[in-house]
């Protein structure tokens, strides 16, 4: 039977969702949704599809059986949960939510829903990452002792500008953490273990923004493993992010690709499978992979892998940074309270 799917938020990131879907088999977008009155007419006559400016008239009209949420941070919580009350699987783009109020709003309608949810932290489904994930598990390279992690990346303010909510408390509910850095924070988080306490500062440097474009966390995971995080969007170019795991027989290096080396003086590389060019290049293949999985799983009674309680732990994470270097602005949040 043909899935009915539905995107909610026509903007950068809606592309690589919409071509995921058109990948697939079996699988027919019916609805697209905007407020932005002009991308979603463009959205409709691009696509040949009905677009809507409200998602809650979207689903009760098209009744979607999976609909992708990729609109601004402060959007999410309210599609999300509007959806799970209504039946309908959802696949949320990172965060799960702007804070961690609205997070526990979204865990909170995913236990009392009978339909899946996942969050998009496609980075786990990159090759050199799965890799890495594997070559931990099989217990080959022993206990882990520490982790290290870079994202120090460069951003215009022209970036801000093309996306106002990018840079501000209100709709993005934080800066380089929220929006970039938490696709790092989730692998180290991943593959070395929960996290149990945070340390950490985040401040805003050089950009025209609200929100901060640098940080610096020490995590405790579980068993006392620590890891060292240093992010920025200030530099003048992206360069790889980098993860480096210790372990007793060996030192696991994240980069384009992974390198292994053993103890013993062996080293073994694995690299990324898929060429990727244009859009893809840039973002990775790993979305596709994501959401191909996720439409893969719909019939499983298993929730799906990458779970609700990931996605607001990350968000838990960040606003513990964000509580001492922020303080007015997450409390602003705070008062807030739950979208709805
Ligand atoms: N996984 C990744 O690697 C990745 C990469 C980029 C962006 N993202 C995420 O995707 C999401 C969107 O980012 P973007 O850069 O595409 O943003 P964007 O500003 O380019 O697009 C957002 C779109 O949502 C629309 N919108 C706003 N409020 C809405 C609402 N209530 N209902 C319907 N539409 C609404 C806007 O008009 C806009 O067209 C964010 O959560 C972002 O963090 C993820």
Not at 44 to 71: Q, S
Not at 255 to 281: H, I, K, P, S
Not at 320 to 340: D, I, K
Request: with cysteine.
């Amino acid at each position: 039977m043909t899935v009915r799917a539905a995107v909610i938020g026509l903007g950068d990131i809606s592309a690589l969702h919409l071509a995921a879907i058109e990948l697939l088999g079996d699988v027919e977008l019916v609805a697209v949704c905007d407020v932005d009155a002009d991308r979603a007419a463009a959205g409709a006559e691009r696509l040949g599809v009905p677009a809507y400016a409200d998602h809650r008239e979207l689903f009760a009209v098209e009744k979607p059986d999976v609909v992708h949420i990729t609109t601004p941070h402060s959007e999410h919580a309210a599609a999300v949960i509007d959806a799970l009350d209504a039946g309908i699987n959802v696949i949320v783009e990172k965060p799960i939510a702007r804070d961690p109020q609205q997070a526990a709003a979204v865990e909170a309608a995913a236990e009392r829903s009978s339909a899946k949810i996942a969050v998009c932290f496609q980075n786990r489904y990159n090759t050199p990452v799965k890799a890495a994930k594997e070559l931990l598990e099989s217990g080959a390279l022993g206990a882990i002792s520490g982790a290290s992690a870079t994202v120090i990346w460069h951003r215009t303010p022209a970036y801000y500008e093309a996306a106002p909510w990018r840079g501000t408390w209100e709709g993005g509910g934080g800066g380089l953490l929220m929006n970039q850095a938490i696709h790092t924070l989730d692998l180290l988080r991943w593959l070395v273990g929960p996290v149990s306490s945070v340390a950490g500062t985040a401040s805003t440097r050089a950009l025209p923004i609200d929100v901060e474009d640098t940080a610096e966390l020490t995590l405790t995971h579980a068993g006392g493993i620590r890891s060292v995080f240093y992010v920025t969007n200030t530099h003048a170019a992206n360069a790889p992010i980098t993860v480096d795991i210790i372990a007793e027989n060996g030192l696991l290096s994240l980069r384009d690709e992974l390198t292994v080396t053993y103890a013993d003086g062996r080293v073994e590389t694995v690299a990324e499978e898929t060429l990727a060019t244009g859009e893809r290049a840039y973002w990775g293949v790993s979305h596709e992979r994501l959401i191909a999985d996720f439409y893969s799983r719909l019939d499983d009674p298993e929730p799906f892998w990458i779970t609700p309680a990931d996605g607001a732990r990350l968000v838990d994470i960040i606003h513990e940074v964000y509580r001492g270097s922020y303080p007015e602005q997450t409390a602003q949040l705070t008062r807030n309270g739950v979208h709805q």
